[in-house]
């Protein structure tokens, strides 16, 4: 199994421009999320998804947009890029949510953005 | 609010030495509790977690973490390194849907 998959692995992107990091999974999970992880700060949830066609809100959504329209899939768009959005982010995704012992959360190797 | 501090940023032990690393959460109800691990240029990796029961578990790779209620604690601890265990780590509590993760310990590990 290739688990959770993120594309590109690294970007580097003009202030302004736009992008789509791609997050794919092959286990069959419903639950995904989008993080972003920067120096000291810890990974900060950003949109996150129960199931196909259902998304909500992290802690720090602003200036991003999510897609879920197949259970494999969840993209995560960046609209009009700007250098506080510099950071990594991780794609993860779960069998089901929290509250379940057997459903740990699996990651991709992340995504490097620059925004210069 | 659900919140996870970690207060070590980063911890250098000799290999061969205890580790001790130290994650206090803050939650309302009972906490799942989880100890993840990421290597350099990798994703996490769960090394253990804490749903009820036995307030001792283990992990993989020889960790273990002890939940403790009354301190709001979720240590983790290693009895002998390995210089293989030079990484980042990161406590996280789950809450309804989402993971809240502390910022972190980098261990650096001396030969």
């Known amino acids: 199994n290739a688990g959770v998959t993120q594309t590109p692995k690294f970007r580097i992107l003009k202030i302004g421009q736009s992008m789509t990091l791609q997050c794919t999974q092959d286990m069959n999970h419903n639950y995904m999320y989008w993080y972003r992880q920067d120096p000291g700060m810890g990974l900060k949830l950003i949109y996150y998804s129960v199931g196909a066609g259902i998304t909500d809100k992290g802690e720090v959504p602003n200036g991003y947009n999510v897609s879920r329209s197949t259970t494999e899939d969840f993209p995560l768009r960046l609209e009009l890029a700007a250098p506080s959005q510099t950071s990594v982010y991780f794609c993860a995704s779960s069998r089901t949510g929290v509250s379940s012992y057997n459903s740990p959360l699996h990651f991709g190797n992340g995504t490097r953005l620059t925004v210069t | 609010a659900q919140s996870v501090t970690q207060p070590d940023i980063h911890i250098t032990v000799s290999e061969g030495a205890s580790l001790e690393l130290r994650c206090n959460y803050s939650?309302?109800?009972?906490?799942?509790l989880f100890w993840y691990v990421q290597s350099p240029g990798q994703g996490l990796q769960l090394l253990l977690k804490?749903?009820?029961?036995?307030?001792l578990v283990q992990g993989i790779k020889g960790f273990e973490a002890e939940f403790k209620r009354s301190q709001s604690s979720f240590n983790l601890r290693k009895p002998s390194v390995h210089w293989s265990d030079a990484a980042e780590y990161f406590c996280a509590v789950g809450a309804v849907n989402q993971f809240y993760f502390g910022t972190g310990t980098s261990l650096t590990v001396i030969p």
């Open positions: 804490y749903f009820s029961g036995d307030t």
């Open positions: 939650y309302g109800a009972t906490p799942y």
